[in-house]
């Protein structure tokens, strides 16, 4: 399949619907909605804890170099879990992206000092 021909986040979804409906067979799963979320936020928190083994979050030990591949991989994990996530409280991709695309023009305006909630503008340097 040519990649250029189809929306790359909705496919991310696709493919997370079809595993998760894989492994719920296979594995004879069913949960809540709520057991489902608690899940894999637990999952995704163990993975947040490898990625962040790969960087160097301990100040008290020597640093070793950061292997760029397998900080890659460990977000590519933490992303199966909120996807997966999003799909069980059936958001859908496009959804998806248009919280996220008010949210990030929130963001900045917020740090312009324009948005409702005070506390984040930029000071003047």
């Not at 170099?65 to 590519?76: G, N, S, T």
Request: glycine share 4%; charged share 35%.
């Amino acid at each position: 399949m040519d990649a250029k021909n189809f929306d790359k986040l909705d496919r991310i979804f696709e493919m997370q619907a079809v595993l998760d409906g894989y492994i719920r067979e296979k594995r004879q799963l069913d949960f809540r909605t709520d057991e489902w979320i608690q899940k894999r936020s637990l999952a995704m928190l163990s993975e947040i804890s490898e990625l962040l083994a790969e960087v160097n979050f301990k100040w008290w030990k020597n640093p070793k170099d950061i292997d760029v591949p397998a900080v890659k991989e460990e977000l590519v994990d933490i992303l199966h879990f909120l996807v997966g996530m999003c799909l069980d409280v059936g958001m859908t991709a496009e959804e998806m992206f248009s919280i996220y695309y008010d949210k990030n023009k929130e963001n900045f305006d917020r740090q312009d000092g324009k948005s409702l909630k005070k506390g984040y503008e930029l000071k003047p340097q």
